[in-house]
Structure formats: C-alpha cells, structure tokens
C-alpha cells in the first residue's frame, strides 16, 4: 500500500477525548520514532503533513495488522492529551482500539 492509498480520517472531539484517555492510561505511543519502536499497534494517525517517503513507510504498517489513517488537522486529534506538536499517534492493541474502532466505523460511511 503506497501513501497515496491511505484513507483520510477527519478528526474530531469525541476521537480527540479517547485518545486523550489512552494517553494516560499508556495506550497510546506519541512519535514516529515511538510508533517504529511499538509492537502490536492496532491504529496509526499520521499527519498529511508528513514526508511521503514516511508516509510510505508507516503504510508498510498494513501488513501487520495495524489500521493506518491520514489526518487533517492533526491538532484537534492531540489537543487532547497537550500535545499539539505531534505529527503522528499510536494505538496499542486493546479496549481502547476496540473503541476507537467502533467510533471510525460510526464516522466512515
């Protein structure tokens, strides 16, 4: 899967809150570099914003499972745990991703 084939994901409060909740319950890993280093990744939101070449790499994540979303803006996603500066989000394997996963279902038609 190229970057190009990533689904957009349009951000929104209710998506910002759980990840907020998994932030500090330490369900979430916040950075690229974090996001390489984490296994059992069940999501990934990556800002639009981010190098093609990185995009690309984070989509290599689908083969292992993990859901890759393109967000934009991707400050109303970490405004929620006070991180405006991060370019990319992790969601480890769990109930939150459960969660998450039921939200995105509601939103995408």
């Known amino acids: 899967?190229?970057?190009q084939d990533l689904p957009h994901l349009n951000p929104s409060a209710q998506l910002s809150a759980l990840l907020?909740?998994?932030c500090?319950?330490?369900?979430t890993v916040v950075g690229l570099s974090?996001?390489?280093?984490?296994?059992?990744?069940a999501f990934v939101f990556a800002s639009s914003d981010l190098a093609k070449r990185t995009l690309r790499e984070l989509a290599r994540l689908e083969r292992g499972g993990t859901r890759v979303f393109q967000v934009q803006p991707m400050e109303v996603l970490t405004q929620g745990f006070g991180r405006e500066d991060a370019q990319v989000i992790g969601v480890?394997?769990?109930d939150l991703a459960r969660g998450l996963a039921k939200h995105i279902e509601e939103q995408t038609p």
């Open 1 to 3: 899967m190229s970057e």
């Open 20 to 22: 907020g909740i998994g």
């Open 24 to 27: 500090r319950s330490g369900a």
């Open 34 to 41: 974090a996001v390489r280093r984490a296994k059992r990744l």
């Open 92 to 94: 480890l394997r769990g």
